[in-house]
């Protein structure tokens, strides 16, 4: 994905992304429930781990002696700039992470961490230089009701369908997905959406009606446009 791309969306609120992917057909897209934890714009490629349930005979603390532990194993290998998402089905009964693995995704350059669950440790975690998102706290360890199972293949967070090397955006309103291979466009016109309401908005504070100037009408589009010329 190329910088600017990137740029573009990590400007944009999830707000005109959504309604850029209403446009082409997509309906659902914004990570319902899960919410900002840090104060951090994001933008970045899709890299996933999935949870199924745990089971007490195999989610035991000694698990986490092993590095090559999936969770572990994913906070070592997300590549830099990527996000990290984790599908925890929903469920935040136990959290799916806490802050000493989010630093590391910190250090380790990471684009940021989206997960439908819960995360533990969230004051120090609201501390770090990364784009965190999630559904709240919880200072349960995820193994009582976590199992980590996959890493970088198709999950569902939030009910959303997340492909990895999708574009995760996040912003003060939460998390939006945009497919790949629509995220360019989507970011030009999201970019161009945007500074075209913010001229509207300036006409509606000086008095203007609804009525022909949103959503603008004909005569309304040619004004702006010779302003943006002429400006």
Not at 44 to 60: C, H
Not at 68 to 79: F, G
Not at 99 to 124: C, N, Q, S, W, Y
Request: proline share 6%; charged share 25%.
């Amino acid at each position: 994905m190329d910088a600017r791309t990137l740029d573009l969306l990590k400007q944009a609120s999830t707000a005109t992304i959504s309604t850029q992917l209403l446009s082409r057909g997509l309906r659902n897209t914004f990570l319902h429930g899960v919410k900002p934890l840090t104060d951090r714009r994001m933008a970045g490629p899709a890299f996933t781990l999935r949870y199924i349930p745990a089971r007490e005979d195999l989610d035991v603390l000694s698990v986490y002696q092993d590095y090559d532990h999936p969770q572990r194993k994913a906070v070592e290998t997300v590549p830099e700039g990527h996000v990290l998402v984790m599908d925890c089905r929903g469920q935040g009964r136990a959290a799916s992470a806490g802050a000493i693995l989010a630093k590391r995704l910190e250090v380790r350059g990471a684009g940021g961490l989206v997960t439908d669950g819960t995360l533990r440790d969230t004051p120090a975690i609201e501390t770090l230089d990364l784009p965190v998102y999630a559904q709240g706290a919880s200072p349960l360890t995820n193994l009582a009701q976590h199992h980590a199972v996959d890493i970088n293949v198709p999950i569902g967070c939030a009910e959303v369908a997340i492909y990895p090397g999708d574009i995760l955006v996040g912003d003060g309103e939460g998390v939006v997905c945009v497919p790949q291979e629509l995220a360019t466009e989507v970011a030009e016109a999201a970019y161009e959406q945007e500074r075209l309401e913010e001229w509207i908005a300036a006409e509606i504070a000086t008095g203007k009606p609804l009525r022909g100037t949103y959503p603008p009408d004909r005569t309304t589009l040619e004004r702006y446009h010779q302003q943006r010329t002429s400006g």
